[in-house]
């Protein structure tokens, strides 16, 4: 058996641009001053003459990228989460967002597995931020395979996308079948007993939680929900109707992200208990990012131990 | 500048003052001091500099403007309702529910506006990346903004001036609207940007100081915008509440409505001043 092939999604961010910078010159490509990091480096070396360096302003990145838009072209802009959603959500809200432009906002570094730059940098509030802004579309692809199809399927989406990306290396869970739709989540493992919605990164831990919970017996649903906004109403119904309970898991804090999005869906259509997990109400700190997922409960085991209290929620 | 046409544009900017002065009566709301201070700018850009047409408002290649102070929408409005954008008699219902006219310019729903402008210093950035774009893809097309003098706080605006030298952004000119008032007070008092020219050319902008209310000035200006190879600032001397008495230089008339009273003060002196054209 061949070894799991590991590969940060921001580097499929940043492939899949330069692939694009091949098929059309219809776009540009802006960051901020960390293009080594955010993977646009690779865009900017293929395509000098169209990537432009903001240098570290964010805010008026963003906004110059509104600008762009209003001309009818296209533009991709990259920085780390904590400054493209955190430092400039507030042009991302009025240049960007209300006159619903299509500008492709490149997030790096999300979550707590940035690992040892520590809590400054770890970002776990932007699906939050950029979910209260209308017309926004968050998509928080799983693996290298979905970063690319993201990446690729932005580019045809009509309005400001927010799309987040990881800076440790994770598993390739997907080959080139998977189907990655925007606003579709993806069932990808049958069960009636829980539901576990699961997105980025947590979507490997999820599937190894479907394995120890067969081991218990217990059969659970693992659903893929890369976008968070649209979110798939559908699916999430489905499931609550069909299992009765459901756990989310997300590198993000527990208030405003996934967990919240599958909540307002479940509570208003069909109210069965939802346990979240995720970054609960706390700053992160500096580590390994592998050992920081093991400390803040970003773990199969962790999902095992929620979809066990899902369960006896409802029936209780 | 020829004589005729000169009085000509000195007409349009007074029905431009009628126009905000009805707009922000209609409303009961609304910021008629630093729109009344653009009117001369304004009017020289859509009535002679700009290449636009109302016809085909969304064109690719038209030059665009940018209200960076977004809230002297009332005057961009009348400009462009007076340049045939939409009707005049729409400017009455400026910031009313199911009006386009929302008290901030909205790109999506006003014909003629370039970009949503209103959160201070954000339309500056907005400008540079139209020219940015006019120049990256060769449309090469001319991008024009208005910054108020309380506006340059925002730190964004520096970040945007640095850009644009940086990318040696020439087919970008921003007028700042120098009526030394701001909401709180007078600039000074509140937290001055001065000296403004200064700090522009130590931006690697090309600056020129000009008595915004000159029409000659604003010409030469433009014109000389046109022979240098940066940005250019210009600087714009004016008269915050210019045309209506009880509005000139007074902070109060920043963000505030003519009861009917002040209203039909403000509509006699703007009416007998655009009869004294004919």
């Not at chain 1, 997105?199 to 059969?219: F, P, Q, R, S």
């Not at chain 2, 945007?160 to 020439?170: I, P, T, V």
């Not at chain 2, 600032?233 to 002040?262: C, F, Q, R």
Request: proline share 3%; charged share 20%.
């Amino acid at each position: 058996m061949s070894e799991v092939k590991t590969v940060a999604t921001r580097v499929g961010f940043g492939e899949t641009l330069v692939e694009l910078g091949a098929e059309r010159d219809d776009f540009i490509v802006m960051d901020a001053d960390l293009a080594a990091a955010t993977q646009t480096g690779k865009f900017k070396k293929a395509y000098p003459e169209r990537f432009y360096n903001c240098g570290i302003a964010e805010q008026n990145m963003v906004s110059i990228a509104a600008g762009i838009a209003a001309t009818g072209k296209k533009v991709v802009v990259s920085s780390f989460a904590m400054f493209a959603a955190g430092r400039a959500f507030e042009q991302v809200r009025n240049s960007v967002g209300y006159p619903h432009l299509n500008v492709i906002i490149g997030a790096t570094h999300a979550g707590i597995s940035v690992g040892e730059d520590g809590a400054t940098h770890q970002c776990n509030e932007d699906i939050a931020l950029m979910r209260t802004i209308p017309g926004m579309t968050i998509i928080n692809p799983a693996d290298d395979t979905e970063a690319r199809m993201a990446v690729r399927a932005a580019f045809e989406c009509d309005g400001p996308v927010y799309m987040r990306f990881g800076r440790l290396a994770v598993p390739v869970v997907f080959d080139e079948n998977y189907n990655f739709q925007i606003g579709k989540g993806v069932e990808l493992r049958e069960g009636n007993d829980v539901t576990i919605i699961a997105t980025g990164l947590m979507v490997k831990e999820a599937l190894e939680a479907y394995d120890l919970l067969k081991t218990e017996g217990i059969n659970a649903r693992i659903i893929n929900m890369a976008t968070i906004k649209p979110i798939d109403r559908d699916i999430i119904i489905k499931a609550a109707k069909e299992t009765g309970a459901i756990v989310t898991a997300e590198e993000h804090s527990v208030i405003g992200g996934l967990g919240s999005a599958v909540s307002e869906v479940v509570c208003e259509t069909v109210p069965v208990p939802v346990v979240k997990l995720g970054v609960y109400d706390q700053f992160g700190h500096s580590g390994p990012a592998v050992k920081l997922l093991d400390e803040f409960g970003l773990r199969a085991v962790n999902i095992v131990e929620k979809a066990k209290a899902a369960i006896a929620l409802k029936n209780a | 500048m020829e004589a005729t046409f000169k009085k000509q544009l000195e007409e349009i900017a007074c029905k431009v003052r009628i126009g905000i002065i009805e707009g922000v009566h209609a409303a009961k709301a609304g910021h008629p001091g630093g729109s009344l201070s653009i009117a001369e700018i304004l009017t020289y850009l859509y009535f002679k500099e700009m290449n636009i047409d109302p016809e085909n408002p969304k064109d690719a290649k038209r030059d665009r403007f940018v209200l960076s102070k977004g809230h002297a929408a009332p005057a961009l409005y009348a400009t462009l309702a007076l340049r045939g954008f939409f009707p005049v008699d729409e400017l009455i219902t400026l910031r009313q529910i199911g009006s386009r006219l929302q008290g901030h310019p909205d790109m999506k729903n006003i014909p003629g506006v370039d970009m949503s402008t209103g959160s201070l210093g954000q339309g500056i950035s907005t400008a540079v990346g139209m020219a940015l774009s006019s120049k990256h893809f060769g449309d090469n097309y001319n991008v024009y903004t208005i910054l108020g003098d309380g506006e340059i706080e925002e730190g964004q605006v520096w970040e945007a001036a640095m850009f644009a030298a940086n990318k040696k952004l020439s087919n970008l000119t921003a007028f700042i609207d120098l009526n030394n008032l701001q909401i709180d007070g007078t600039i000074d008092e509140v937290n001055s940007a001065k000296p403004v020219d200064k700090k522009f050319e130590a931006f690697g902008w090309h600056v020129i100081t000009i008595d915004g209310h000159d029409y000659d000035a604003i010409e030469a200006a433009l014109q000389e915008a046109k022979t240098v190879d940066k940005p250019v600032a210009i600087i714009a001397n004016t008269i915050k509440g210019k045309g209506v008495s009880y509005m000139e230089n007074a902070v109060n008339w920043h963000g505030a409505a003519p009861n009917d009273e002040l209203y039909a003060v403000a509509m006699e002196e703007l009416t007998a001043a655009l009869a004294a054209f004919n």
